[in-house]
């Protein structure tokens, strides 16, 4: 039985995250100013500007966000095998809660969308950005009680996993066989590795790169080579996690992934220009999906899915946490913007579409911010009867 994480471990992911989340806004700020002033015409040639086959942006969302997602892939194997998703119990309240905020906003989209080819969007607004909510948290302090900013980052590293699934399943174009048949072969090779004992991180690496050559010739979207090679990487827990090959891996990924590639990818892509467009725009059924979905859905499902699981006896309420708490972090799950627009360049290529997601993100994102901040400064703690010991 591998020893526990001590609570400094925990609280230092959650300011690294945190941190992330306050560069993150900061980008997509800028991108907003730069998208609206005299600069605009400037920033988007640069990101049209060829790299080598690529565009600039081409290279941010396929090649960058590979290593976004092989941090992710990092996160969810270490959660499952020494984190906080070890056991069943702790997969349960998480797990339902991330389930219902995906299928919840769906559904709010599809309401809007149903019967139209828009209706390829419907998993836009079923993602969390915990780099974005964590960063809105960090801004409260101490009103939020540690054991829901971890639950809400359990909640977005099942979010995760349930993207990564609907992106390689539902976004997926035409398949080269040949290409696919050579992905698997090199995924084959990168397991054999795992198997035969080897801890070297740069055979992993370098075949992981081959990995995402193949995948991305392959008609599967090339970010999902990263998830692929993340659970190739071996993991030690207890007390030899300090020279695990994954632990290490995603030591080192964190603060670029943090702050550097994702805030590339929300300057890539949170430019809009906000003036300008006909009034019909803003009534859009994308845009109204998008955002009702985020604002709407997101909470809806994840509250309800909680609430509905704790009545049934499945989990436990987060410890210190009282219910006016626990919805406005639901509330929170609403901030989609990474994984939101990520998916969004998917589903749409042609600018309009392109455009009315981005304002569906942008303002459905926003406002699960800015409501659910008010939602938690209101909050009061759960009260304790007289006598109790405080909960740590």
Not at 222 to 243: D, E, H, Q, S, Y
Not at 274 to 285: N, R, S, T, W
Not at 308 to 323: F, K
């Amino acid at each position: 039985m591998g020893t526990p994480r001590p609570l400094s471990a925990v609280r230092d992911l959650l300011t690294r995250e945190a941190a992330g989340g306050l560069v993150l806004m900061a980008a997509a700020a800028a991108a907003l100013i730069v998208a609206n002033t005299g600069l605009a015409g400037a920033y988007a040639d640069a990101l049209h500007a060829k790299l080598g086959p690529m565009s600039l942006r081409h290279a941010i969302n396929d090649g960058l966000m590979a290593v976004f997602f092989l941090l992710v892939g990092l996160e969810i194997k270490r959660e499952v095998r020494d984190g906080r998703l070890r056991t069943w119990p702790d997969r349960a309240l998480p797990g339902i809660a991330a389930l219902g905020g995906m299928v919840v906003p769906a559904l709010v989209y599809l309401a809007l969308n149903a019967g139209t080819g828009t209706a390829r969007g419907w998993a836009i607004p079923a993602a969390t950005d915990i780099a974005f909510a964590l960063g809105v948290l960090a801004l409260l302090g101490r009103r939020v009680p540690v054991s829901l900013k971890i639950f809400l980052s359990a909640v977005a590293i099942v979010d995760d996993l349930g993207a990564v699934i609907v992106i390689a399943l539902f976004y997926t174009g035409g398949l080269d066989l040949p290409m696919l048949g050579c992905a698997a072969l090199t995924l084959a090779l990168l397991a054999g590795l795992n198997r035969a004992g080897v801890v070297r991180l740069a055979p992993y690496l370098l075949l992981g790169l081959v990995l995402w050559v193949f995948v991305l010739r392959s008609g599967i979207h090339a970010t999902v080579a990263g998830v692929l090679l993340a659970l190739t990487i071996p993991i030690r827990t207890g007390r030899a996690r300090a020279t695990s090959p994954l632990h290490r891996l995603e030591h080192a990924l964190n603060p670029v992934v943090a702050f550097a590639i994702v805030p590339a990818f929300g300057f890539a892509n949170a430019g809009v220009r906000l003036v300008g467009h006909p009034p019909a725009a803003l009534v859009d059924p994308v845009t109204l999906g998008v955002a009702l979905g985020l604002v709407l859905g997101k909470p809806l499902g994840v509250f309800a899915s909680l609430w509905l699981a704790i009545r049934a006896g499945l989990a436990r309420r987060p410890p210190g946490a009282a219910w006016g708490q626990v919805f406005g972090v639901a509330v929170l799950c609403g901030i989609g913007f990474t994984m939101s627009l990520f998916i969004g360049g998917l589903a749409f290529a042609d600018a309009a579409h392109e455009t009315a997601v981005k304002l569906g993100v942008l303002a459905g994102s926003l406002l699960s911010g800015l409501l659910g901040a008010a939602i938690l400064l209101r909050a009061r703690g759960p009260e304790r009867r007289a006598g109790a010991a405080p909960e740590g």
